[in-house]
């Protein structure tokens, strides 16, 4: 087995990417000089066909510099932090820079501010490496084969330090863990999926998430075949988050403000049902916050969307300006919530339903018109005719054809925000949702 | 440090992994540049210059892997992480109940270099830029286009591998690409135009032979006419794809699915598996007598045309379907001996190296048929002439596809005739192969690339070259999107 203690090399720490920091803005002749770190030890133990099938481990640092000399900009980056590979990554920086055309939106680096501390890396996480990674795999694997049930996942954990540092005093670093787990079992055609992802390891929830997956497969044996249409929909939250990420995507202001985006003359105005409120909430445990951004700037928590109204865009720091946008939101840990009356669990949603299709996850979610953002994905890994509040069957999967603009001013009932993870998606908090009228274009032939 | 240096480094670490018993081992050392200039409304909005060193090191022991990566190339982390790499590969083994077996392979040892006439690296950035910023310009003056796009990429791989059997590969890889787009709007509605030259391993020449200039104020146009265009009427319609259109949707719809360990189920997590199952090979009837789909590995220029792949395999060409009927797969030397072959096809490829080889889509493409494409659209009653890539999405299993495009032009008795908007059409895989019943001959043949092909956890981007001629399908199901 895999011997202890062998540890890597040690991690970059805040003194020394000030050194580093130090090093690189020493050098740099340009007019604004930043330097930006990510330094990162990550592994994961994939699991197929109940046994390991990939199991890595891998460090990688990364320091990246960006120079700039009157408004024209050029940047480089680098794995090799010795003392040459250094100096060398500043002279391409600079020579990009001088090369460079003047930008017109060029803006110098925020200026350096204290940044709201978090507690953004955990040492269980910290501790973790290939054997204890294992050991979760072979605990989800175990599960399956006392059922006799195939299964197919990964268990990942990882350590970053990120840092950005620049000649105006602008300073940050933070450590950040990161682990996940998600797994998919067969029950021969039919299958059942469910994931986790947190900063802390203990938090994953293997046995629960595994018997989920256990649960789904097993229930999707035998299915039935509906004909495409419109149906009332009981969508989990990892098929909340597949619609409502594509919402975070396309809120560019730029967009906006030239016309090419779906919310068009639809800030301040209604773009969701009024029950519903997007908010970032970077100090939420089960949410991944961090204290700032690739940009150096703050994380806090901001309102998106407040009782369906559309209230921020997502800023550039030239757009910001020119729309006198002092603090720039961000969404780094997204959160859908709803007013009450809620319910506590999806499976008070299902009592609630005469008839309705039960989505566990959407698969290849994609934009069909960025107008409307009119979205196409498949239903994945558990889906179930709901009829008279109760699951009767499990059936094929559709193909939907719906915008998450609509989809969300459809909304009839919903549960408290719960985690969502997906394989397409980062990590978020949103409701499970009963919906009338989803529009479910083609069915595929499992 | 030199690529000999490189070798002596290679050596410090194959020889702890054969002291440690492992059943095999090997170290790939890479060096990738990568430089991308990007505009965006008449504005090079970033110039990048990346350079990411480092090596990752596999290790087979009693049937298990492991593999361990780092980016500190020394002398003290190569033992080390060597040796972590055994230690993961025996952990790996304790829980193995079926051994990994890999196919035999002769040794190589080779040296391979894109050949090109112009080094991207050596062309000046101003000259770049100027071309991006004058493409933009010349985009944004066609009234009605409200936005405009263009971008360069090359990347420059110098790669080591070097295997316990002996084997040792030097590698030099080029690859390229330049593209833009405009965005019209009109009446409220936006719709973008796009010009692409494919990514291929080949010089600065792709750039300056594409006249990026020349085209922009087609595509400005063609954006001005697409959103002004009306929109699809939902139905049946015959369908002419082009070479760069096919490209996606023959990646998506054979591409994935001939990947031998996804039809495994080693992807059941992520990428999923596929309807093409090993008991189909050799009788299932993918498409129709016309469809001829063939991976080559060896084609000049071609993103996957590495000589060798990341397992030491030299790279082949094979078939997948021939004559419609499914024949054979991409695999890799694990999956191959899975499925009783005797030699892998030699596509297992990582994206860099810090991250491990999985099996990957060949050069996959569709072999040219015997007609014109205006032979191909006289034929057509009512249908839709499509270009470039839009909208995509397939189920997991590859049956349940939809796909948009970049330009629609509606055929009306054998004649095209004016834009549409809107497009979308779908249908199931083998339904949608088995319809197609003309494809154009060598002459309208082009390629395309892709390196933003996403499979694995953790997430790796994958790269492969598709070619094809125009090809007709019949009766398909087209919607407005």
């Known amino acids: 087995m895999i011997a202890p203690g062998k540890a890597w090399p040690k991690m970059t720490g805040r003194e020394e990417f000030r050194f580093l920091a130090d090093l690189v803005l020493r050098r740099s002749t340009g007019d604004d000089t930043i330097v930006a770190l990510q330094d990162q030890h990550s592994g994961t133990t994939r699991f197929a066909n109940s046994q390991v099938t990939q199991n890595v481990d891998s460090r990688r640092g990364t320091l990246t510099v960006t120079v700039a000399f009157d408004g024209r900009r050029g940047t480089a980056s680098t794995t090799d932090f010795t003392a040459g590979a250094l100096q060398n990554v500043v002279d391409r920086a600079e020579r990009t820079a001088k090369l460079s055309p003047k930008d017109p939106e060029y803006l110098p680096p925020p200026e350096g501010r204290s940044f709201p501390h978090r507690a953004t890396a955990r040492p269980e996480t910290v501790a973790a490496g290939p054997a204890r990674r294992l050991e979760y795999a072979n605990e989800a694997i175990g599960q399956c084969r006392i059922e006799n049930l195939q299964t197919a996942g990964i268990v990942s954990s990882s350590l970053s330090s990120v840092g950005i540092a620049a000649g105006n005093g602008l300073f940050a670093f933070e450590e950040r863990t990161d682990a996940r787990f998600s797994l998919t079992v067969q029950a021969g055609d039919a299958t059942g999926w469910s994931a986790a992802a947190h900063r802390s390891l203990d938090h994953l929830r293997i046995q629960e998430r595994t018997l989920v997956a256990i649960g789904k497969a097993k229930r999707s044996g035998e299915l039935r075949e509906l004909p495409p249409g419109r149906y009332s929909v009981i969508l989990e939250p990892a098929a909340v988050a597949g619609l409502l990420t594509w919402v975070l995507w396309t809120l560019d202001a730029k967009s906006h403000d030239k016309g090419t985006s779906p919310f068009a003359g639809k800030l301040g105005r209604a773009v969701f049902d009024k029950r519903l409120t997007l908010q970032n909430l970077p100090d939420h445990s089960d949410l991944f916050g961090v204290g700032f951004t690739s940009e150096g700037l703050p994380s806090e928590m901001s309102t998106w969307v407040e009782q369906g109204i559309l209230k921020q865009l997502a800023y550039d720091r030239f757009t910001a300006r020119n729309h006198g946008v002092k603090t720039i939101p961000t969404m780094e840990a997204p959160c859908l919530s709803a007013t009450r009356p809620s319910v506590p669990r999806i499976q008070d949603l299902v009592k609630q339903a005469d008839r309705a299709i039960l989505v566990t996850n959407f698969w290849y979610v994609r934009t069909v018109n960025p107008a409307d953002l009119t979205l196409t994905g498949m239903t994945r890994d558990g889906t179930f005719l709901v009829e008279d509040g109760q699951i009767v069957a499990a059936v094929k999967n559709f193909r939907f054809h719906e915008s998450p603009l609509r989809a969300f001013n459809q909304l009839e009932a919903w549960t408290e925000p719960a985690e969502a993870v997906t394989s397409e998606t980062g990590k978020l908090l949103v409701p499970a949702m009963l919906i009338r009228d989803f529009n479910f274009s083609s069915v595929t032939k499992f | ?458 997430g790796q981007s994958g790269w492969m070259t598709h070619a094809a001629s125009p090809a007709r399908f019949r009766r398909v199901d087209v919607i407005k999107g």
């Open chain 2, 1 to 458: 440090m030199s690529t000999s240096d490189w070798a002596e480094l290679a050596e410090l670490a194959l020889n702890r992994i054969r002291a440690a018993g492992a059943d095999y081992g090997d170290i790939r050392v890479q060096n990738s540049t990568i430089q991308t200039i990007e505009g965006e409304d008449r504005r090079i909005a970033s110039i990048r210059d990346a350079e990411d060193k480092g090596f990752g090191i596999r290790v087979l022991y009693h049937g298990g892997w492991g593999f361990a990566a780092s980016s500190i190339l020394s002398l003290e982390e190569v033992p080390r992480v060597a040796d972590l790499a055994v230690d993961i590969a025996r952990g790996s083994a304790s829980l193995a109940r079926e051994k990994v077996i890999l196919v035999e392979e002769p040794v190589h040892r080779d040296r391979v270099v894109t050949a090109h006439r112009i080094d991207p690296f050596a062309v000046s950035l101003e000259q770049k830029s100027a071309l991006l910023c004058e493409v933009m310009d010349y985009v944004q003056r066609q009234s009605e286009v409200v936005r405009s796009r263009a971008s360069l990429w090359a990347r420059r791989d110098r790669k080591l591998f070097m295997s316990s059997e002996g084997s040792q590969l030097d590698f030099d890889l080029l690859a390229v690409q330049g593209e833009f787009s405009a965005t019209a709007k009109h009446d409220g509605r936006f719709a973008s135009r796009s010009f692409s030259t494919p990514h291929l391993r080949t010089g600065y020449e792709l750039i300056e032979d594409a006249q990026l200039l020349a085209e922009a104020p087609r595509v400005a146009a063609q954006a001005v006419e697409k959103v002004k265009a009306p929109a699809v009427q939902p139905g049946r319609y015959d369908l002419v794809l082009d070479g760069e259109h096919l490209s996606l949707t023959m990646h998506e719809s054979c591409g994935h699915p001939s990947e031998l360990d996804r039809a495994l189920g080693y992807e059941a997590n992520y990428a999923g598996t596929s309807f093409l199952t090993p008991d189909k090979r050799g009788t299932f009837r993918y498409g129709s007598p016309l469809v001829n789909l063939v991976a080559d590995n060896t084609e000049p220029e071609t993103l996957a045309a590495t000589g060798y792949d990341d397992d030491g395999v030299a790279c082949q060409k094979w078939d997948i379907v021939r004559e419609g009927v499914f024949v054979g797969y991409c695999t890799n030397r694990e999956t191959a001996a899975r499925i009783g072959e005797t030699r892998s096809r030699g596509s297992n490829r990582a994206d860099g190296w810090g991250t491990v080889p999985m099996v990957r889509i060949a050069n996959i493409g569709l072999e040219p048929g015997g007609e014109s494409l205006e032979d191909l659209i006289s034929d057509v009653k009512r249908g839709i002439y499509i270009e470039g890539h839009g909208s995509y999405s397939i189920d997991q299993r590859r049956y349940n596809f939809q796909f948009g495009g970049d330009a629609f032009w509606l055929i009306e008795d054998g004649k095209r005739t004016h834009m549409l908007r809107d497009v979308i059409y779908h249908g199931i895989t083998p339904d949608f192969w088995r319809s197609c019943d003309g494809v154009a001959d060598r002459a309208h043949r082009r390629r395309f690339g892709f390196i933003t092909c996403g499979k694995g956890q953790p």
